[in-house]
């Protein structure tokens, strides 16, 4: 969608840029032409007064402006009574004309003077001392034909412009296109990585449950009335609770499920979360402190949200070995509520704190590196951020943001 938005705004641009160039140009024309009426008629009113003032008409022999070919001065009978070029003084208009000159009506044409050079001409009415003449003025048009020349320059440019704009877009495009292609090929490559990273990791961790479960049930396959067969089935169930939280932990990692989202208060969430982990913390020893404000009240995924929470409080106590103090902070901040986990446990090593949020990355034996990724794909999921800080020796904080209720 935005690919076409993209290319409808360039067509778009496009055609205003055209049209506008096109326009200019024809336009162009009939002002070239409009200048030019305006200079005759400055000029057709200066020869008038000038020959108003001299009957003889030799001070117009000095009236030479840069703008005018010739002019001249032709009576009833198609003679020249005036010419700029003294030589033709006298003589007839058809003999050097083709011209149709009227005494009666004003006419405009262009003509190819005998240099060649392509000038516009003008055939006026005009009366000297009660006598009808005609007055023909040529003008150069080299200045005024300027303003078409600058449009047909500037639609040349727009024309180049528009024409190296969608050579550009159709090599960012393609290049785009191939970059694109590359990223899609790396996912694949780096999907394909990690599925066999995870091949990897369930062989290793579906293996050996898997190989108690048969070593257990062929002992008591074998000798079904022992007494100590209550220890191995006890065994057999621990495995199978163990592949059982192994497949749920990868299909909430892989899962999309649709998002339930609704307002609920974060102290019954962290209440109900902290009686959860109370039996583990008091069998290592582990003391547990919260607090959290009875009013906030956070908008997401209830469910999901308490999963983090309990995968980062099981991390936790599992960090503390030998007891410990396992303390759970909640705080607005603007718009959002933070809240901290944080432990005095073993810590994380430097080398290992980049990776710990990487699925099927475990420092532990038994594990399968699904807790903390798993962690922050529910609080993406919610639209907030996870954070984590940890020294080895010292202990963990994990941070959470997360957006409180409207």
């Known amino acids: 969608m935005f690919r076409k938005a993209i290319l409808l705004l360039g067509v778009a641009v496009t055609c205003c840029l055209l049209w506008f160039a ?11 032409r409009e200048n030019l009426r305006g200079l005759e008629l400055s000029l057709t009113t200066a020869i008038e007064k000038l020959a108003a003032n001299d009957p003889s008409l030799e001070t117009l022999h000095s009236f030479h402006p840069p703008d005018v070919a010739y002019f001249a001065l032709v009576d009833r009978q198609g003679v020249y009574r005036f010419h700029s070029n003294h030589d033709l003084i006298g003589a007839t208009v058809g003999r050097h004309s083709d011209q149709d000159i009227s005494l009666l009506t004003r006419s405009e044409t262009r003509v190819v003077l005998g240099t060649g050079e392509r000038a516009y001409q003008f055939v006026s009415p005009v009366t000297l001392h009660g006598e009808p003449l ?44 191939r970059d694109e292609r590359h990223r899609e090929e790396l996912a694949r490559r780096e999907a394909l990585a990690k599925l066999g990273e995870m091949g990897a990791v369930l062989a290793h961790e579906i293996r050996n449950p898997l190989a108690g479960i048969k070593g257990f049930a062929q002992v008591i396959a074998a000798k079904p009335q022992e007494t100590r067969n209550a220890a191995f089935a006890q065994s057999i ?75 980062l409080g099981h991390n936790a106590v599992q960090a503390m070995p ?45 594990g399968t590196g699904l807790g903390l990724a798993l962690c922050r794909k529910i609080v993406e999921a919610n639209r907030g951020s996870i954070m984590l800080q940890s020294r080895a020796g010292e202990g963990t904080v994990v941070t959470l943001t997360l957006p409180c209720a409207r």
Not at 22 to 32: C, K, S
Not at 140 to 163: E, F, K, P, Q, W
């Open 22 to 32: 096109v326009y200019d140009y024809r336009e162009a024309g009939p002002i070239a």
């Open 322 to 366: 030998d007891g410990g103090q396992l303390h759970v902070l909640a705080e607005r901040s603007g718009k959002d509520a933070v809240v901290s986990i944080r432990d005095n446990g073993s810590g994380i090593a430097e080398e290992h704190r980049t990776h710990v949020f990487d699925p099927f990355f475990t420092t532990k034996s038994r």
């Open 134 to 177: 005609a007055l023909v003025l040529a003008l150069h048009t080299y200045r005024a034909d300027a303003v078409i020349r600058r449009a047909r320059l500037n639609m040349t440019i727009v024309l180049g412009l528009v024409a190296v704009g969608w050579l550009l877009a159709v090599g960012l495009a393609r290049y785009a296109r």
């Open 237 to 311: 169930v621990t495995e199978a609770v163990r592949l059982e939280s192994l497949v749920n932990d990868l299909l909430a990692y892989a899962g999309n499920e649709p998002e339930v989202v609704a307002d609920f208060p974060l102290a019954d969430l962290l209440a109900h979360t902290v009686s959860l982990l109370q039996p583990d913390a008091v069998a290592n020893g582990v003391t547990i402190n919260w607090r959290c404000p009875a009013d906030l009240l956070l908008r997401g995924n209830r469910d999901r949200i308490e999963q983090a929470l309990l995968n």
